[in-house]
Structures are given as C-alpha cells and as structure tokens.
C-alpha cells in the first residue's frame, strides 16, 4: 500500500493551495480518508475526512471549516485537500490518511509553509 502527497509548497497569507495524494495496493473509495498535520512541537491533528463508499460524510476541523475542502477522485483513486485564505497557522507537513477499522495506512508527508 502506498499513499503519497504531492501539491505542498510556499505560499503568502490568504492564498491558496491544493494537496493531492494518490493511492496504490487499495480501493480508496473503500476507506475513510483523511488529511491530517503535524506543526512543529506539536502533535498531528485532524484536518478533514471523507468517508468510503459511494456518499461520502465529510467532517473538518473548526480551524480550517470554510476555507478547507476535501474531495476524491474514486477513478483515479486519489484524495485532494483544497485549501484557500491560508494563514501561518496552516503552516505544517501535511499527511494523507486511510483508515477501515483498526488498518490504518499513512503517507510520507508534504510540507506547507504559509508566509505572513
């Protein structure tokens, strides 16, 4: 199994960027699938999920609701965070999630800086 992000970078405050992490050995559409980030000194939290199946339940956190949005692609089996009106608190390495039941399966990580 393999999940691997892609889409960080540097951005200014109140821009945008766009995560991508696609998935290979798994049907991602069968798994909840989540964004999660880790700032440094601190621990990882959760940013948003999605649900497997067909309706997908979406959940984020109260940080990131309105300017945050996760989606996926089941065809190309990939997950995407889009994220707007960035500000230097978004600053983390940014993890893709898959989870069904106790299998949890993580990517390498991707960095997002946001500059004041």
């Known amino acids: 199994v393999q999940l691997v992000e892609s889409g960080g970078g540097l951005v200014q405050a109140g821009g945008s960027l766009s995560l991508s992490c696609a998935a290979s050995?798994?049907?991602?559409?069968?798994?909840?699938m989540g964004w999660y980030r880790q700032a440094p000194g601190k621990e990882r939290e959760l940013v948003a999920t999605i649900t497997g199946l067909i309706t997908g339940a979406y959940n984020y956190a109260d940080s990131v609701k309105g300017r945050f949005t996760i989606s996926r692609d089941n065809a190309q089996n990939t997950l995407y965070l889009h994220m707007d009106n960035l500000k230097p608190d978004d600053t983390a390495v940014y993890f893709c999630n898959a989870q069904q039941n106790s299998i949890r399966y993580w990517g390498q990580g991707t960095q997002v800086t946001v500059s004041s």
């Open positions: 050995g798994i049907r991602l559409r069968m798994y909840t």
